[in-house]
């Protein structure tokens, strides 16, 4: 079993700043940027886990132009992924935008703010299975009441397809024990064209949803999207 910050180490050695190049998860922040424009009026606060090099951020700064009172927070805990959002975001972000970034791992986020929405894109992949009772928490903690968490994770069937049919991108499976229910996680290779190679646990759908309906949170939607030649699951769950 990997530790958890092997993880997030990966990306010091991979170029995520080919993300704008390659217009990776482009597809998925628009789909995210339509949901939250349509859900939400007046006074907003976003968190974004994982926040790569801060490309979520980019497009709802963008589409969020003609309100004023955004808060945008997040955290990145890749030295290199943090150090290409802190040079991009000088020559991008208006002075006015209130954006703040930490340099570290979700767990260890402290803020005061509520958020009405959490986002965390192709990040849970990348915590191992024992952080994952106290990340849905900690997610629970941070919301408004009825804010929502936007989980995006590759979905399921594709990735069971392709496990099938590409044999050298499995790495080996584990059994999750979760209130005495048993899900599978397969660890396996992930190739990002012109960004490198990363290694992720996947879980069933079965399991995110018990996880966090278990830490107070309704799925309240799912929807599949295309990104890059590739099939993810959004999911959005609702702070009870
Ligand atoms: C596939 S990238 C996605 C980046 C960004 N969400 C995007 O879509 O452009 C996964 C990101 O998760 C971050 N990550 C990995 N482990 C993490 C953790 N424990 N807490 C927060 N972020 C983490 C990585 O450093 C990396 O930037």
Known sequence: MK??????????????????????????????????????????????????????????????????????????????????????????????????????????????????????????????????????????TMLKSHGRFLLVVANESYLRNRLQSEKKIFIEKNTLLFHKRKFEEWMHYSDIRQIGTVIDLNRPDAYYIELFKENRMNLILTKVLKDSGALCTLFVFEKA
Request: charge should be positive.
């Open 3 to 140: 530790n958890s910050s092997f993880f997030y180490r990966q990306y010091d050695k991979l170029k995520w700043a080919n993300q704008k190049k390659t217009k990776v998860n482009f597809e998925i922040f628009k789909a995210i940027g339509r949901y939250i424009k349509s859900q939400h009026r007046g006074p907003l606060a976003i968190f974004d886990i994982g926040c790569g090099i801060g490309s979520l951020f980019d497009l709802l700064t963008h589409e969020l132009r003609k309100q004023n009172d955004v808060i945008f927070e997040g955290c990145e805990p890749s030295a290199v992924n943090y150090g290409y959002f802190l040079k991009k975001a000088q020559s991008t972000f208006k002075k006015s935008t209130k954006i703040t970034v930490k340099n570290t791992d979700f767990l260890s986020v402290i803020t005061k703010t509520k958020f009405d929405f959490i986002t965390a894109v192709y990040v849970f992949p990348h915590f191992i299975a024992e952080q994952l009772p106290m990340t849905a928490r900690k997610i629970h």
